[in-house]
C-alpha cells in the first residue's frame, strides 16, 4: 500500500497568464504557494483483477478503461497499469473550491502510482505528466500553475515560456518573512463551488482583449515576490494583493458576484489591506491581508463564513506510506 500527501495552493497573483493563450506568445508569470491542507490519495493492490475507486462516490469496475473518473482512468493509461487497484482520496477542502484540488488529486495519483511500481520520481516529472494528462489527454481549458505548485511546494514564482517550458523559482526570503506573511493571512470559505474549466475557457476566449490585464497580473506577481525577497514594508505586499483582485475581476463578468463583491468591501472596511477570491472565479475561499491587531474586528465582521486556519507547506507531493510488500 502507498500512501501520498499533496498540498493546495493559494495564489496570490498571475492567475490567467499561465493559459495557452497568454503564454504561447510572451511569458506568463504567477506567485503561489503551497499551504498545509492536503489531498491524500491511497493506492493498493486489490485481489483479483477489477478496479474500485472512492472519491465522492465509488466505483467497482473490471477494466480500467472502464472507469468514469477521467484522472484516475488518464493516469492509469499513462502509467500502462493494468493491474487490480484500490485507489482511495481523502481531502481536507472541498472541491471545485479554488484551491487547485483537481492537480493536487492528479500529481498525488501519479506520485502513488510510481512508487507503486517502485520508480523514483521528482517534482519536475510528476508536474509536467500532471500537465499532460489535464490539459493534453483530458484537454482541460486550465493553466499549468497548480500542477507545479502542487508537486513542488513552498512559495514559488513560476513563469510559463512561449516554448513551453516552465521556470520554478522558490522566492527567496528570511524565514521571519514567510512567518509573518503567513500571521497576516485570513482565508474564509464562501461557498459556492464550481468548475474551474467552465470560467477558463470564457476567459481563454478573451485572450486577446484581456491581454494588457494578464501583462499587469504578472507585473504584480513580480512585484509581490521583490516585496517578500527585500522583507521590507510587508503591507505592501497586502496593497498589491488589493490591486490584482480589481485587475483579475476585469477579465470576465463571472469571476466575482455581488455576495462576493459584499463581502470583500467589508473586509476592507474592517481592517483588510487586500485579499482576492482563490481559483477562476465564481466561489470558493476569500483570502485577505490584515494586520495582526485589526485580525479579530475582521473575523467579527465576517462571521457567518466560516475561517480556515493554514500554514505554509515547503515540500510539495510525498509518499508519505510504503507498506512492507513494497519495500
Known amino acids: 500500500m502507498i500512501i501520498t500527501r499533496t498540498?493546495?495552493?493559494v495564489s496570490f497573483a498571475g492567475g490567467g497568464s499561465d493559459l495557452p493563450s497568454f503564454h504561447q506568445d510572451e511569458p506568463g508569470m504567477v506567485l503561489t504557494a503551497a499551504i498545509s491542507k492536503y489531498m491524500y490519495l491511497t493506492v493498493k493492490e486489490r485481489f483479483g483483477n477489477t478496479y474500485r475507486v472512492s472519491y465522492s462516490q465509488t466505483e467497482i469496475k473490471q477494466e480500467a478503461d472502464e472507469i468514469s473518473h477521467p484522472i484516475v482512468r488518464e493516469c492509469l493509461r499513462q502509467l500502462s497499469i493494468n493491474q487490480g487497484l484500490e485507489i482511495v482520496s481523502i481531502a481536507d477542502l472541498p472541491a471545485q473550491s479554488g484551491m487547485g484540488s483537481s492537480s493536487s488529486f492528479t500529481v498525488g495519483l501519479l506520485a502513488a502510482l510510481h512508487a507503486l511500481q517502485?520508480?523514483?520520481?521528482?517534482?519536475?516529472?510528476?508536474a509536467r505528466e500532471a500537465c499532460e494528462i489535464e490539459l493534453g489527454r483530458l484537454g482541460e481549458p486550465i493553466g499549468k500553475q497548480d500542477q507545479y505548485i502542487a508537486s513542488y511546494g513552498g512559495i514559488?514564482?513560476?513563469?510559463?515560456?512561449p516554448d513551453g517550458t516552465v521556470s520554478v523559482d522558490p522566492v527567496i526570503c528570511d524565514t521571519?518573512?514567510?512567518?509573518?506573511?503567513?500571521?497576516?493571512?485570513?482565508?474564509?470559505?464562501?461557498?459556492?463551488?464550481?468548475?474551474?474549466?467552465?470560467?477558463?475557457?470564457?476567459?481563454?476566449?478573451r485572450s486577446e482583449e484581456n491581454r494588457d490585464a494578464l501583462r499587469h497580473l504578472c507585473c504584480i506577481a513580480k512585484r509581490m515576490r521583490d516585496?517578500?525577497?527585500?522583507?521590507?514594508?510587508?503591507?505592501?505586499?497586502?496593497h498589491l494583493l488589493n490591486e490584482s483582485w480589481h485587475v483579475k475581476k476585469s477579465l470576465e463578468s463571472s469571476i466575482?458576484?455581488?455576495?462576493?463583491?459584499?463581502?470583500?468591501?467589508?473586509?476592507i472596511e474592517s481592517g483588510?489591506?487586500?485579499?482576492?477570491?482563490?481559483?477562476?472565479?465564481?466561489?470558493?475561499?476569500l483570502l485577505f491581508y490584515c494586520e495582526p491587531h485589526l485580525q479579530e474586528r475582521l473575523r467579527r465582521e465576517l462571521a457567518e463564513i466560516p475561517e480556515t486556519p493554514f500554514g505554509f507547506d515547503p515540500h510539495g507531493t510525498k509518499v508519505i506510506y510504503v507498506?512492507?510488500?513494497h519495500f
Open 227 to 238: 516585496v517578500l525577497s527585500s522583507g521590507r514594508d510587508l503591507n505592501a505586499f497586502g
Open 272 to 285: 483588510a489591506l487586500g485579499g482576492k477570491l482563490l481559483g477562476a472565479g465564481g466561489g470558493g475561499f
Open 323 to 325: 507498506g512492507e510488500d
Open 156 to 161: 514559488q514564482f513560476i513563469q510559463f515560456l
Open 7 to 9: 498540498p493546495f495552493r
Open 176 to 205: 521571519r518573512v514567510k512567518r509573518e506573511l503567513c500571521n497576516r493571512l485570513l482565508l474564509f470559505h464562501v461557498g459556492g463551488e464550481r468548475r474551474a474549466g467552465d470560467l477558463l475557457a470564457r476567459q481563454q476566449g
Open 256 to 267: 466575482t458576484n455581488p455576495r462576493i463583491d459584499e463581502l470583500y468591501l467589508r473586509a
Open 118 to 126: 517502485g520508480k523514483a520520481t521528482n517534482a519536475e516529472q510528476l
